[in-house]
Every structure is written in C-alpha cells, then in structure tokens.
C-alpha cells in the first residue's frame, strides 16, 4: 500500500504570516489538529500544530496576532505519494512525529498522512507499531 492510498489530498494549509488565531479557526473549521505552513511556491515550511498554539503561544502569553512562524515546528517530516506505507511509518516511528507532509515531485505540499490514517487503513501491526514508538516519552522538559 502507497502513501496516496491512505493520505489527505489538497490539505488545509496556511503561511508562515499566518496568525496563530486565523490557524486556529482554521483547524476548528476542518476539524484537524495540524497544519502545514507554505512558502508563497507551496513548499513546507513547518507545520503548525493545536499543541504548539496551545504551548507554543498560549502558554507564554502570546497574542492572537503572532505569526504561526513564530511557533511552528520547522523540522518537517516529508514523505511522497508514492512512498510505501511502511517506509513512511518507519521514518514517523524513528522520528516520533503523528504527521507527514506529503510532496509531489517538484517538492510543493499535495497531501497530509497522519497516525490517524495509517490506523483506519494500514495493517494492524504498522498501527500498533507507530503508535508505540510515536507514542514513546522524550527526555525534554517543559509542556512541549
């Protein structure tokens, strides 16, 4: 099975001017948790995510009108559509990210697949697996 089997097409996205309050109408809106930030060519930027709105900006006071390049996460996880499952499951297992961004072949974002995908589509053992290693604890400090 391919990425493109289980990935969201044409994802919601934003840009990195983009402030944290209109990116969370926005996963409001679409009911998603993430979104990715482009470039002004389609390129990932990062990824803005409730929690790093929540942490990233709430926490610290941030005002509504902060830029979610401000508080994105610019270590983007990318995959292709072409991709097997698997192997995208193990680079989100290695990297213990729930998100991928997916790239056509020009680099510029055409698709989103998340931990939720991969569990309603993929086999049960890559379910359990990238649950588990995503779902590992990190030594870091802080919410975040």
């Given amino acids: 099975m391919q990425v493109q089997d289980i990935m969201t ?56 009108e ?19 499952v698997s192997s995208c499951c193990n680079k989100m297992e290695e990297r213990q990210m729930r998100r991928a961004v997916v790239i056509d072949s020009e680099g510029k974002c055409c698709g989103v697949v998340a931990q939720a995908d991969v569990a309603r589509e993929a086999e049960g053992t890559e379910t359990a697996d990238l649950v588990q290693k995503v779902s590992e604890p990190e030594s870091r400090s802080g919410c975040c």
């Avoid at 994802?11 to 990195?16: A, D, L, Q, R, V």
């Avoid at 969370?24 to 948790?33: D, P, R």
């Avoid at 482009?38 to 005002?63: F, H, Y």
Wanted: net charge negative; aromatic share 0%; charged share 25%.
């Fill in 66 to 84: 902060t830029a979610v390049s401000d508080v994105m996460s610019t270590d983007v996880l990318t995959t292709t559509a072409e991709e097997e």
């Fill in 9 to 64: 097409s044409n994802p919601t996205c934003c840009e990195g001017e983009t402030t944290i309050q209109e990116a969370a109408k926005l996963m409001v809106e679409q009911s998603i948790g993430a979104l990715p930030v482009l470039n002004d060519t389609g390129e990932p930027l990062g990824v803005v995510t409730d929690r790093d709105i929540c942490c990233g900006a709430v926490a610290e006071g941030k005002s509504g």
